[in-house]
C-alpha cells in the first residue's frame, strides 16, 4: 500500500497523469498537457465503460477506442500499460525510442491495444465514424434475435485540434446523417493550442457545430469530475445519435507554473516544474513512473473484467455457432480478413474490341462481379458514383435505420471519405472502398497515406484519370498525381490499360491483404486489346506490375512503355515503327510498384538493359518514369496543367500522339547509336 | 425589342438562364442546372449590388464576386458577357473548346473578369475569405480620414458541394472569428447534387452550422423573389460579421421534366428538354444564345455604372495622392505587384558555423529582415509558428478589430489557410505566406495545386522536413512529400542546404511574381558552410537551381549531390572519398525546377554527361532523383516511412551517412567502369 492520501479514484487518475509526464520528462520530448488534462475523463471511460480484454486486444466485440488527439499517446501507453495489456513499463520508459512499442504518436500494428495510427489531426475521429459504421453494418448482417454478436461502442477522446481540421467536418457530418448512435465522442476542451489560447484562432460555438450536424451534445463543466462524465456517458449511450460531450478541462493540469498555457502542450515540464506538480497533487517525487499498488490493483481488475466480457460474448458465440453454423463462420472468415474461397473464380473476360470501353465501365462490371462473391466489399463515392461507376447492383443504400445497405453516399467529402473507409479496414469485417476522380486524391492524401503507414487494405478507385477526362479542363486534369500516389511508401497505383488487365487490377487490389490500392481509371473508352491470338499477350502479366505486351520476336530497336490509357497509343506507334522497319518491344506497366518488387532478372527480361533506346509515354508528370527509360531513354508526359476542350484535341495539341512516340523513337534509337 | 411579354427582370434572368444552357447545349457537355437556378439571384447581386468595371477589371477598389461552384461557369460567362466584360458572345458559343475564353471551370489569367480559379469543391469560398481578409487589412493599412481607397465588400455563390467539403468549414470558421463584415456568401441551395437529392448525404442544418460560426445567417426561401435576395444581401451588408444567405432554389429551373433533379445538374439538358424549357419559360426556341435588346441594354448599363463608380473612386485616389503622395504611391505599388526598390539590399550572412542552425530558423532572420522592407509580407501559420518561426517580429496580429496586423493564427486549418492565401494573393496588395511542417502540406494540396495553376505569388513555408524531426514519428515525417510536390507543375519546391542558402531561397521565392513557392526547412540544425576561403562556392549559385558547391578541379570521379540536410552528408562522404584518393564533385540541388529551366550548357557543366558515377542522397522517396542521377548513378532515399526516435538515431538505421554514401560511391564507380 501506498501511504499518499487521496481516494482510490485520484491515485489512479495521478497514476497516469505522472506515467505521462515521467514518459515525456525522460524522452525529453513530447506532450505532457493533454494526459494531465484529460487522465480524469479517460479513467472514467476506461475503467466506468470500456468493454474490452486486455489479454485480447484483437476479441471482434471489444468497444473501440480511438485517441484522435494521438500527441497524447502517452496517455493511451499509461493506460494500455495500467490496464494489462502486453506493454510492460519498460516500455513506456523507452517513449519515443528507436525500436520501442511507445513511438511518439500511436501506431496500430506496432502497439497491443491501439486500434489507429494518429497523429494528424482530425483522422482518428474520423476513422472512428468509419468504426461505428462498420459495426453497424456488420451487426444487420450477422446479428439474430438473442445473438447480439456485433455490438459494441466506438469511443472517442478528440481535441481542439481535431475539430478544427475540415476532415473532421466532413466525417462529423456524415456521422449526424447516419445516426451512428454508438459513437462517443469526448471533446477535451482545454482552451489551449500550439501558439496560445483558442481565443487565437477558435471562437466558434463548437456544442452548436455539433448540433448542427445532427449529434446529441453535452457539456461536462469540469472535466475532473468523474460523477459529470460518468452522467455523461451514461446518457450518450442512450442516445439514437452520435453524442458529442464537450469536457472542460486544464491542460497540464496540476503543474502549478504550466498548467492551462500552451506551454504546457508540447514539450516536457522540465524537471523542476515536474517536481512542483507532483509535489502539488501530493506524488512522491521519486521514483519516476511510480505506480501505487492499489492503482495498479484497480486498473489490473480490467484483465478480470475483460476476460469475462470476451468469455460471456464466446458463450453467446458458440451458441449462435450451433443454431447459424454458416453465418459464425462467415463472421469468423470476414474478421479474419480472409478472402472467400473462388472469390476470382467466375471473373468476366471481356472480348476483344476495337472501340473498347472506359476503364471506369469494365472496373464498375468487374466490382460488381466480385461484389457477388465478396459480401464484405463495401463502399461508394464521394458523390460522383453514377461517374465513377462504382454503385453495387442491388447492394442497397447503407443509411441511418438501414445500415445493411452496401452502397455508401459520403457526399462531396472525399478527405471524410478516406479517413471513414481507413476506420472500416481498422474495424475489421469489412473490405471497403472509397471512389472519386484521380484530381481529387489530392482532397485525401493524408488519409491515403494513413492507409499506407496501417496497411489497411482499401481500395480508392480513382476515376477520370488525365487530360482524358477533357471538357471540365485544366482544374479537372489530373496531373502530377500518378507519380505523387507512386512516390508513397506501401501503396499501389494501378492503371490498367483495358477491361482484361482491368480485372486483373482487382485481383491484385483484394489480394493486397495488408495494403491499399489505387486504381486509376478513364473516363474514355479505350480499345479491348485481342489477347487470343498471340499478337498481344495474356492480361496475367499485369499481375506482375509490368510485362511484354506485344514483341516481335528479335531484340527490339526501342522499347515503348506506358501505362493505362497511352498504351493504345504506344500500341499503335509500334506499328507505325514496324512500317518503318524498326523493331518496337511495347511494355504495359499498369503498377510500377509490384514491378518494382519483383526480381531483377524478371525486370531485365522486360526492359532488357542492353535495349537503351526506350520512351514511355504517359498522360501525367513525367517524374515517375525516369527510373525506367534511363539514360538513353525519354519521356512523353505532360510539365504543364492541361486544358478544357473535347479529350482527343487535347492529346492531339498536348503531343499524345503516336506520332510523337515514333518520332521519340527515332530519336532516341539515333541518339544511342551515336552514343 | 423583343415581343416577348415578361418583365424586364424576367427577362434578364430567363437570358442568363438559356445563355447558360445553350452554352452547355453546344459544347454538349457542362452544367446547366446551377445557372438556371441562380439566374435570379446572382442577377439581383449583379445589376443591385455588385460595383464593378466592366472596362477595368482590374480596378483595384472592384467588389469581388467568387463563384465558387465553379462547376456552374456558365452563369459567370453569361454575366460577363451581358454586362460588357471583353468576353463576346462568339467565346460563349465556344463553351469547353480548345483556346476559348470559356473553359468547362472558370480560370483567373484567361477570362477578364474571373477573379479566381474554381471548380474543387470549397476553394472559391475559402479565396473569397481570404480576399476579404486582404481587404480588412489593406483598408487599416491605407485608408485616412476621408479616404477610403480600399472599401469593398466579397461576394461569394456557393454550392451544396462547396458547404461539404472539409477547406471551406476550416475557412468559414475563421472567417466568423475575423468578423469578416464585408463578406457576403449566397447560397444556392437547391437540395441536388450528383448522385440525387441532399437527403443522401447532406442533411445537417447549414445555417446552424454557420452560425455556430460565428456569421450572421438568413434564409431566403424564394431565391427567385428578387425582392426578397434584394432585402436579403441589404441586411448583409449592414452586418459586422460575415453573411451566409441561404437561398432555396431549384436546380435547371424551369426545365419541366429535369429541374429539381440530379438530371440537371451535369448534362445538357438535351434538345428537347431545352426546347421544353424555352417553351415553359416563354422563350423563343430559335436561335440559341438568344439575347432579348431590353436585357442586353439593362445588363449594359453595368458599364457606365461601372465606369462611374470607377471615376469616382479615382477621383478620390487622387485626392488622396495630393495629401499622401507616399501612401498612394506605395498603394499602387503594391497592387501591382512590384518589389520595393532595394527589398533585398541587406539581407544578413551567415558566419561559417560548424554547429550550424536549422534552416527554419535562419528562415525566420531572413523572413524578419525582409519583412522590415517589404511591408506586403503577411502570413501566419497553421497553430505551429513556435515551431515554423514565420512570426514577423513587431508584426502585430491580425484578428478582428486590428486587421493591420502582419501576423495571422490561421489555427489547425492547413487547407483553409492554404486556400485562403490563394484568395488574398488574388486580391492583390499583399503576398501571403502559410506555415505549417512539411508533412501537412498534404492536407493542403488542393489549394497549392490551384496556386500553380493560378499563379499566385505565395509562400509556402514547409518546416520539419524529413525524419530529421525525430522523435514525432513516422505520422509527421515526410518521405514522399518532396517528389510529389515537385511533381506539380509550376511549382517551386526549394529546399536549402544552409542558412545562406536560405537567403537565396527567399530571393528566388519573391522574385517568382507570378508563381508560388514551397520551402522545405528542416527542425535540426545544420552546419553553415564556409563559402569564403574557396572551400564552398557562395550559396548565389543556389539561384540556378543546381551548382557545384565543392570540387577538386580536376574531373571528378563522382558527383554526389544532394539537397536541404543531407548536402552535409554529401560533404563529409566528398572528404572522406578524397582520403581515399578518389575525386567526388559536391552538387547542391536546392531547387530541382529552377535547374531544369537552365540551359542545357549550364547543367552540363554541373552535371558533366562523361560523369556517369553519381550518386543522390536525400532524406525522401528517390523517385525525384532518377532523372539527375541516370543509368550510371544511384539515389540513396528512403522507400519506407520513418520512426520515431531522436534524429541521428534515424538516419543512422535508415543508412543516411557518410559511410553510405562513400560505400555507393565506390559501387557505382566500379559498376561504371564495368561496362
Redesign the interface.
Known sequence: MSNISQSLDELCINTIRFLSADGVQK?N??HPGLPMGAAAMAYKLWMGFLRHNPRNPTWPNRDRFVLSA?HGSMLLYSLLHLTGYDLPLEELMQF?????KT???P?RHLTPGVET??????QGISNAIGMAIAEAHLAVYFNRPGYNIVDHYTYVIAS??DL???????AA??A??LRLGKLIALYDDNNI????TTQ???????V??F????WHTQVVPDGNNLDMVDAAIRSAQGESRPSFIACRTTIGYGAPHKQGT?EAHGEPLGPDELANAKRNLGWPLDPPFFIPGEALENFRSAVEVGALYESQWQKQFGEYAREYPDLAAEFQRRMSGKLPEGWDADLPTFPPDPKGQATRVSSGVVQNAIAKKVPELIGG?A?????TRTLIKDGG?L?AGNYGGRNM?????E??MSAIVNGMALHGGVIPYGATFL??S??S??AI??A??MENRVLFIFTHDSIGL???????QP??HL??L?????LAVVRPADANEVIEAWRLALAREHAPTVFALTRQNVPTLDRANGKFAPASGARRGGYVLADTGKTPDVILMSSGSEVAIAVEAGERLKAKGITARVVSMPCMEVFAEQPQDYRDSVLPPKV?PRVAIEAG?P??W??WV???GAVIG????G????YK??YE?LGLTAEAVVKKAEEVIGGNKRK
Request: charged share 25%.
Open positions: 524522452a520530448s513530447g494521438g519515443r525510442q528507436w525500436g520501442s513511438p511518439g504518436h501506431e495510427t494518429t497523429g494528424p489531426l482530425g481542439d485540434g478544427m481540421e475540415g476532415v473532421a467536418s466532413e457530418s456524415l449526424g446523417h493550442s500550439i501558439e496560445g487565437l484562432a477558435f471562437t466558434e460555438d463548437r452548436m457545430r448540433e448542427a450536424y445532427g500552451a463515392s458523390d460522383l458514383a453514377p461517374s443504400d443509411q453516399h459520403f457526399g462531396v467529402r478527405h471524410g484530381i481529387f489530392d482532397y492524401r493524408p497515406r494513413l499506407s503507414i477533357g471538357e471540365d479542363g485544366p482544374t479537372h496531373i502530377e507519380s505523387a507512386r512516390a508513397i511508401p506501401g537503351q508528370a517524374m515517375s525516369y527510373r534511363g539514360d538513353g505532360l510539365e504543364r496543367f486544358a478544357s476542350a473535347p484535341t487535347i495539341k
